[in-house]
């Protein structure tokens, strides 16, 4: 051994070195500060193995089984981060603290793992319901959405929504696992806990949205889970003493993602003169007034106006700004956000605007007391025409002639033509914008305070209380004028009394609910129970004033009118309501949940009041098993099994008592009663009681490849019972409006499938991911006591058949031949000729009545689906999101869309310039002029199908140097567009729209292209 020699002694090498850096050492400790401290989770457990670094550096420690830790530190601006698996990472400046108490927080990136579910939460892989999750930052990315429901479009399996069109301000239909009933299908919305509305929240401010699809996994909610619940989880606070400010903003430009293609104004008089001579009328325009609009010479007389084009406009701006401020304070967490909508329309004359807020605050008040306090609220501005509702824009855009100017050559509207029979054109660029005016102001405010306990481990106690108040005033103001033809001359288009009226309405809303949950282990075995219980108030009051014959347009309040109608109504109801559940896992292998409710509804008698809704589930993870744990392909396994009742309670307020309205006066005795009383005109049914949905299922989760390749797929059947009707009574009675029964049954059934892959193309740093869900739904109404019902002059809700389908003539062709006049029967008492529709004679007697209209299409689509892809390379990302849905119908008549057998100023798309004629027999139109050709039939029923890409994405975030320099923690700047493709059979029309517009009226959808950054500083 190598050694030096002191003296006598003989010192090895190593000693000595051992020495030297004992005393180096020794020096260096003196010189550096001693912290320490405990690290403990939220439930105030302390966290063994946190690791425990000085920012910048690789010195660290960890922390002892009690959560303990020491560290040197050798200046006080030193920053130490506390990093755990499952819990965000937090960050402390150590100033003069000599010892810290930290508390993490459950990490947000875990909620692919944690999902939230009624009044809890629980590990992904333990469910045993149905629900499907979507977490907007991860998921989504910065869709351009005006409203926050739209980013549940095609992302979840088994969730359709539909938009009601690209107005301003205007909301979407969400159903879930089909329509289950005849009356009100919405699903139950709760925003952290609390009853309201998507519209309410900014998706920034969302951390996940979980949508409870079945009994299992909704039940715990009871009479309001019949249509399924949709649980929004907001973002909680910051997690470090470091102010945290995230801005979002984006600003882009909107147009129409399709417009009807008109006929050109020569051509349109050439159609309406054909349609007026085959149904023996004269003709309306002669060969040189056709030939004038056909050249152009005279515009303001025989123009050539494209008035879908002249009523949208292309490059509507809108504008979205989100700013969001985190922190935490000593022991006291907060997330202030606001944000700031700005939206013109594509129509000229319609925009919107909203703000929304936000407070969201908890605080530890030590020995277990936790308090907290969710504040938010959006105020909202729209405008629009006020004639939308008996003279509607999208109506007129059709109904008005080609030959009519936008203007006038001095400069007026224009609404006439050189044709006296065009003297009436009802200009629907003055009817957007100048016709009248409708201003709707909302302002919602909800205060949500909460006080958890939690006095031994395992067990919290929860109160949590939750008042909303709404404030809305709609004011429509109709202007008198008088419109002009190209000459100057008075048009008939006027309207000589002007009006005025207001509408207010406010809503109060109240939920108190008490809950205890106990969470206990004992080896192998997992327990949770809850117990609980709620109080839901909630009332409606609506007054509206209106006034005629204002001294002046300008004039907008009521005083200013006269010969004032007032009318008003208050509503309200009650709900009380108890609940419990229990959860089971053994060894993280077997599963059971037993949930059980019992609900108590103002809106039901006395008798009926109460109802109880219970719900079963199992759930086995077989990738658990022993058998099975060298399968090194399967990750994860499960299959599950659920059943259980909800209720339904969305059917009005009393319809159990019985009302009286005045008369003006009545018969007696053989003598008139001049003063009126009281009568009976609407029934009430004493003994009805709650709608009941039946739902059970089965389903599979499955994982290979350590996840990276995911399944699930379920099988359902949705069965509700009792649905409330209003069966047809004898018209001896004198009653307008049969009572409420329990008369009505709706089963649907389908199956769900959603796959997803994700993975890195081996070293490159290329990271991609693609996904799809598809879903399969048949709706049938099983049981109506032998009655129909007709929603409307084209639907129908008949038994055996889907809730409202379109119900009518069976189109067969056309008659192209005398030996086709011969063959088929014709409408009773009508003598068909060619280039007539042929309608199916369905039980054969030879003649074409109302006994021969049958089904003749679905409004509710059979097939839904969405796909994913995503792409990402050193900052770079791109994301491409699809949704479509495949077999469904719409009726499609009238605007546009019509056999010209009317004696209107109704224009055509250009499809029909393909109509029958003697020259062209074998055209895909009928003949022109015939009334008998615009029955209800399946002619005008058209296949709404459709592929759309939803979203496109593309954007780059800036590495962490760049962001130094900058002083910013990230930045990522981003281009987006919503709907830029659409691949359907609809040539003119966007084909997404409610069933119920038939006549081709909607506000158009929208694509957008948006340009915007995320930046935290």
């Known amino acids: 051994m190598k050694s030096f020699y002191h003296g006598k002694k003989k010192f090895p090498f190593q000693l000595l070195l051992m020495l030297t850096l004992i005393f180096f050492g020794f020096e260096a400790i003196a010189q550096d500060r001693i912290v320490s401290g405990t690290v403990k989770d939220e439930a105030g457990a302390p966290l063994p193995g946190v690791n425990i670094k000085i920012k910048g550096t690789s010195t660290g420690t960890i922390t002892n089984f009690d959560g303990q830790f020491k560290l040197a530190v050798d200046d006080p601006a030193t920053s130490i981060i506390f990093s755990f698996m499952g819990f965000e990472p937090q960050e402390m400046v150590v100033g003069q603290n000599k010892s810290f108490n930290i508390t993490l927080v459950e990490s947000t990136e875990l909620l692919s793992e944690i999902v939230v579910v009624g009044y809890g939460t629980q590990k992904k892989e333990n469910l045993t319901g149905a629900i499907g999750v979507v977490t907007p930052d991860k998921d989504i990315g910065n869709q351009a959405v005006p409203n926050t429901e739209s980013l549940l479009q ?6 359709q929504l539909t938009q009601s069109g690209g107005k301003p301000g205007a909301g979407a239909t969400i159903t879930i696992r089909g329509n289950g009933t005849l009356n009100d299908s919405s699903p139950l919305v709760l925003i952290d806990g609390v009853p309201g509305s998507m519209q309410d929240i900014l998706p920034s401010d969302i951390e996940s949205i979980s949508v409870l699809k079945d009994a299992a996994s909704a039940s715990i909610y009871g009479t309001r889970a019949a249509n399924g619940v949709i649980l929004v989880t907001t973002k909680s606070g910051g997690t470090t003493d470091k102010v945290k400010v995230n801005y979002n903003g984006y600003a882009g430009l909107q147009k129409a993602t399709v417009l009807p293609e008109f006929l050109d104004s020569w051509d349109y008089m050439m159609l309406k003169n054909e349609g007026n001579i085959n149904a023996g009328r004269s003709p309306i325009y002669s060969d040189e007034e056709i030939a004038i ?5 005279d515009p303001y007389r025989y123009g050539n106006t494209d008035w879908a084009d002249e009523t949208f406009k292309d490059g509507a701006f809108f504008q979205n700004h989100q700013l969001s401020l985190s922190q935490k304070v000593g022991n006291t967490q907060y997330l202030a956000s606001v944000g700031y909508l700005d939206q013109k329309g594509i129509m000229y004359g319609t925009s919107a605007e909203r703000i929304n807020y936000r407070l969201n605050l908890k605080s530890k008040l030590g020995k277990g007391f936790t308090f907290g306090a969710n504040i938010f609220g959006a105020i909202k501005k729209s405008e629009e025409s006020a004639d939308t509702d008996d003279q509607g824009v999208m109506r007129l855009i059709a109904n008005s002639s080609p030959l009519v100017p936008v203007f006038n050559q001095d400069g007026s509207w224009g609404s006439a033509s050189g044709n006296p029979y065009e003297i009436n054109t009802k200009n629907p660029v003055f009817y957007a914008t100048e016709a009248s005016r409708k201003f709707n102001d909302s302002n919602k405010t909800t205060l949500n305070p909460y006080l958890e306990f939690k006095p031994v481990k395992g067990l919290t106690l929860r109160t949590n209380l939750s008042y909303s108040f709404t404030k809305g005033l709609n004011k429509a103001h109709k202007y008198d004028f008088q419109l002009t033809g190209p000459d100057g001359n008075d048009s008939d288009i006027a309207r000589v009394q002007n009006s005025l009226k207001e509408t207010s309405n406010t809503y109060e809303t109240m939920q108190w609910e008490n809950t205890i949950n106990y969470n206990k282990k004992l080896g192998k075995h997992s327990l949770n129970f809850l117990a609980g219980t709620t109080v839901n108030s909630y009332a409606h009051k609506t007054t509206n004033v209106n006034v005629f014959d204002l001294p002046s347009n300008s004039l907008t309040e009521i005083g200013s009118g006269s010969n004032p109608t007032v009318g008003g109504a208050f509503y309200e109801s009650r709900l009380l309501s108890l609940f419990g559940r229990f959860q089971y896992n053994y060894d993280d292998r077997y599963l ?8 108590g509804s103002s809106k039901f008698p006395q008798n009926n009041r109460f109802a109880l809704f219970p719900a079963l589930s199992v759930g086995w993870i077989f990738s658990n098993e022993a058998f099975l744990k060298d399968v090194e392909m399967l990750s994860f396994g499960k299959v599950r099994a659920n059943w259980g009742q909800l209720g339904n309670d969305k059917i009005g307020y009393y319809p159990y008592s ?26 009430a049914n004493p003994d009805i009681m709650w709608e009941t949905t039946t739902s059970y299922g089965v389903g599979v989760d499955l994982g290979f490849w350590e996840d990276k390749l995911t399944v699930t797929a379920d099988y359902f059947v949705k069965d509700t019972d009792d649905i409330l009707l209003k069966l047809p009574i004898p018209g001896a009675t004198g009653v307008d409006t049969p009572a409420f029964q329990n008369a009505g049954r709706v089963k649907n059934t389908g199956w769900e499938l959603a796959v997803n892959h994700f993975n890195q193309i081996g070293s490159t740093g290329i990271e991609y991911s693609i996904g799809f869900n598809l879903t399969k739904i048949k709706n049938e109404i099983i049981s109506m006591q032998g009655e129909t019902q007709y929603p409307n002059n084209r639907q129908v809700n008949m038994e055996g058949h889907p809730i409202g389908s379109f119900y009518g003539y069976k189109s067969i062709g056309i008659y192209r031949t005398e030996e086709d006049l011969e063959k088929y029967p014709y409408i009773d008492g009508q003598t068909p000729q060619l280039g007539d529709l042929i309608y199916e004679n369905v039980n054969g007697d030879d003649v074409i009545n109302d006994e021969d209209r049958t089904i003749i299409g679905n409004p509710n689509p059979e097939y839904m689906y969405g796909i994913n892809m995503g792409l990402a390379y050193k900052g770079f990302d791109l994301k491409l999101f699809f949704q479509g849905v495949q077999n469904v119908d719409i009726y499609s008549s009238a605007t546009g869309h019509h056999s010209g057998s009317a004696n209107n100023l109704m224009n055509w798309t250009t499809d029909w310039l393909d109509r029958w004629t003697p020259e062209n027999p074998d055209a895909s139109m009928p003949r022109l002029g015939n009334v008998n050709n615009d029955q209800i039939s399946s002619f005008w029923v058209e296949d709404a199908s459709y592929l759309r890409l939803k979203n496109v994405e593309l954007g780059y975030t800036f590495n962490e ?9 990230s930045l990522r700047v981003y281009a987006n567009s919503t709907n830029p493709l659409t691949w359907s059979k609809l040539q003119h029309w966007d084909p997404e729209r409610y069933a119920n517009q038939s006549r081709n009226e909607a506000y158009p959808q929208t694509t957008t292209l948006t340009f915007g950054t995320n930046i935290i500083f």
């Open 961 to 969: 140097s760049v962001c130094k320099k900058l002083r910013l923690q």
């Open 592 to 599: 059971f949940e037993a949930n059980l409710r019992q609900d």
């Open 658 to 683: 019985q009302t009286y309205s005045p008369t003006d006066g009545y018969p007696f005795d053989g003598a008139s009663i001049a003063y009126g009383g009281l009568a009976v005109t609407n029934l």
């Open 154 to 159: 095609g992302r979840i399996a088994g969730v």
């Open 293 to 297: 609009a056909r050249e152009g010479s």
